[in-house]
């Protein structure tokens, strides 16, 4: 199979993650639960994992780093343990449901008046727009650094200048840029950053979380077990204790831990600049085909490794099922949970088919992709 499909989750993983994974479900007792050599093995290999994570994204304090299940968690105890009751919220037109529902959420039960800066026809942000829907009670951004749609990249350490000195919490969703994008909290102003573990960081599923810049207030989501403070009635109020509540993913932090050893070995940038060229080199093979439409801005370099098309008037599923059956090539046809972004597109009937490249991709199967949509646009 040739997977196009890494935007919803790599396939193609290290030999170090597999093998991690298999070591710690064969050694791993739980995180902070007792003193025997198997739960001290989970306390320190998660320790070691947030080490990691703070390293990549320049989060000062590795016990600041959070984990989750996914960006989506790590999303929803963002927005629900950090935004007030009836203040004002801004996001974009880019954003995926899983920033969208939580503040669909606050807006219909906690009354947070929600403004959108919209993208134009070409997915694209205009940050002086975004710049003028702040008011004096707004009190948070919420924002993709990468759309899942069309790569676009976001500005954030400029929207990182806007929120600094009005005291306006900046929560950034990763999931897309992680792994691909160099990020630096601090020099970006990010408060929060939410991140996944299975896709550019080609860790497990099931694994993702957040980084939290010190001072920044989070109310938990959930409370239950911590393995410490056992007899107050409430979740312990430090983090990252404070939002772990139960067991962790010990097995899969294990994986993305030696995932995370692989992309700091081999960089970010190196890593980035492949997935770029090979999204860039498909992009050219397929914006000569007569009958294809690519959407997004293709000017900028600076984008991430997504080339989103339709082929003629032909639904998205139907093109990305031929892909499959026919040529057995993974793609992701639809909506991809980013229904604004569809709409900003005129995209909403048709769907799109989006190919997603990683750094296993070869020029072969990039070649071999653009050949398969010629073949069903000129059939
Ligand atoms: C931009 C963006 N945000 C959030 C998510 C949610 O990621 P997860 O399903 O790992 O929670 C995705 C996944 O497709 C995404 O592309």
Redesign the pocket.
């Known amino acids: 199979m040739i997977y196009l499909d890494n ?2 989750t790599t396939m193609h993983k290290p030999q170090t993650v597999i093998d991690a994974v298999v070591h710690a479900m064969t050694s791993m007792g739980n995180a902070s639960r007792g003193a025997h050599t198997g739960a001290l093995e989970a306390s320190r290999t998660i320790y070691e994992t947030r080490r990691k994570i703070a390293k990549l994204f320049g989060c000062k304090r590795p016990d600041h780093v959070v984990f989750t299940c ?3 968690e790590a999303l929803n105890i963002a927005i629900q343990g950090a935004i007030p009751a009836k203040s004002h919220v801004i996001t974009t037109d880019l954003e ?1 449901n ?1 920033v969208l529902r939580p503040l669909y959420r606050l807006k219909e039960e906690s009354g947070v008046c929600l403004d959108f800066a919209r993208a134009d026809r070409q997915g694209r942000l205009d940050l002086q727009e975004l710049e003028g829907l702040i008011r004096p009670d707004t009190k948070a951004i919420v924002c ?1 650094h990468m759309s ?1 749609l069309t790569g676009e990249i976001v500005d954030i350490a400029r929207i990182g200048r806007m929120t600094k000195d009005r005291g306006i919490l900046l929560c950034v ?1 990763a ?2 840029s992680a792994g691909n994008t160099p990020i630096d909290m601090e020099q970006m102003g990010i408060d929060i950053l939410c991140f ?1 573990g ?1 896709k550019g960081l080609m860790g497990p599923q099931g694994t ?1 979380g957040m980084c939290i810049r010190e001072g920044v207030e989070i109310h938990p989501l959930k409370e239950g077990g911590s393995g410490v403070q056992s007899y107050r009635h409430r979740q312990p109020v430090e983090y990252p204790t404070r939002l772990e509540a139960g067991t962790l993913n010990g097995h899969g932090l294990a994986g993305l831990s030696a995932a995370l050893d692989y992309i700091l070995e081999t960089g970010v940038e190196t890593i980035g600049r492949k997935e770029r060229m090979l999204a860039e080199h498909f992009y050219e093979g397929v914006s000569q085909i007569e009958g294809v439409k690519v959407y997004g801005c293709f000017e900028d370099k600076n984008r991430g490794p997504v080339v989103a098309l339709n082929v003629r008037e032909y639904d998205s599923s139907e093109v990305s099922d031929v892909l499959s059956v026919d040529y057995d090539i993974a793609t992701r046809p639809g909506a991809h ?1 980013a229904p604004r972004m569809h709409e900003a597109l005129g995209t909403v009937d048709q769907g799109a088919v989006r190919f997603s490249f990683s750094w296993f991709n070869t020029v072969e199967e990039t070649d071999q992709a653009i050949e398969a949509v010629r073949k069903i646009a000129l059939a």
Request: with cysteine; proline share 0%.
């Open positions: 935007a919803a996914n960006s989506t995926h899983s993709t899942n969703d999931s897309q996944t299975h993702g949970c």
